[in-house]
């Protein structure tokens, strides 16, 4: 069946926008702390926000992060369908790394990953949460443990029958390994901040 395009780029847009909102900056302003780029990985994402040593920013920009991918899809979905849906979720996923507000350096995308997965195929979540938190537990590298999940997550797709699904998570899974380029030289060097450590 061919897609209904105007529905596919409606959810991009829409995707886009709702995934360009970047919590962390704002949250950490409004809470008198600055800029949250000046600090730690100079990411706006949840990790680098817990290096301000404020856990409830920190748990506040991993939601907002995780659940503007979810409004996406839902939002999409709602309005176009599965492609739409489809569409959106890669449209948030983009405005969160490359956000036209700020220059187009945005965040790494794991919390938007896992709110796009939570909008699309819930189950999926128990996959990426299980993985990521073993591998956080053991080795206290929150960037590690991501690389780890994000890698099962279209595997697990795949095999839960989702085979769309796992072509999306695999494409959202190759930029956010490409955004996490710089952790992954220093978890090779062993200089990479772990989870828990202030800027």
């Known amino acids: 069946m ?14 886009y926008l709702l995934g360009a909102i970047p919590f962390g900056l704002i949250l950490t302003r409004f809470a008198g702390l600055g800029d949250v780029r000046a600090i730690g990985s100079g990411n706006i994402g949840a990790t680098n926000v817990l290096r301000t040593g404020r856990k409830g920013l920190a748990a506040a ?12 899809v839902l939002i999409a979905g709602r309005l176009g ?3 739409a849906a489809l569409a959106a979720g890669l449209g948030a996923f983009l405005g969160h790394l490359f956000p ?3 220059g187009f350096k945005g965040g790494k995308g794991v919390a938007t990953f896992i709110g796009v997965l939570l909008g699309l195929f819930p189950l999926g979540v128990l996959v990426f949460a299980v993985v990521w ?3 956080a537990f053991l080795l206290r590298y929150s960037s590690a443990a991501a690389l780890a999940a ?12 989702q085979p769309h699904l796992a072509v999306l998570f695999c494409i959202l899974a190759l930029l956010l390994w490409w955004k996490h380029a710089p952790n992954i030289r220093r978890l ?8 828990g450590q202030k800027g």
Do not use: Y
């Open 150 to 161: 994000s890698a099962a997550t279209p595997a697990a797709l795949w095999a839960f029958g």
């Open 81 to 83: 369908g599965q492609e």
């Open 100 to 102: 036209v507000w700020l």
């Open 61 to 72: 920009t991993l939601l907002g992060d995780a659940l503007k991918g979810t409004a996406a």
């Open 188 to 195: 090779a060097a062993g200089t990479e901040g772990r989870i």
């Open 133 to 135: 938190l073993g591998l």
């Open 2 to 15: 061919t897609p209904d395009w105007t529905h596919v780029a409606l959810g991009l847009a829409v995707g």
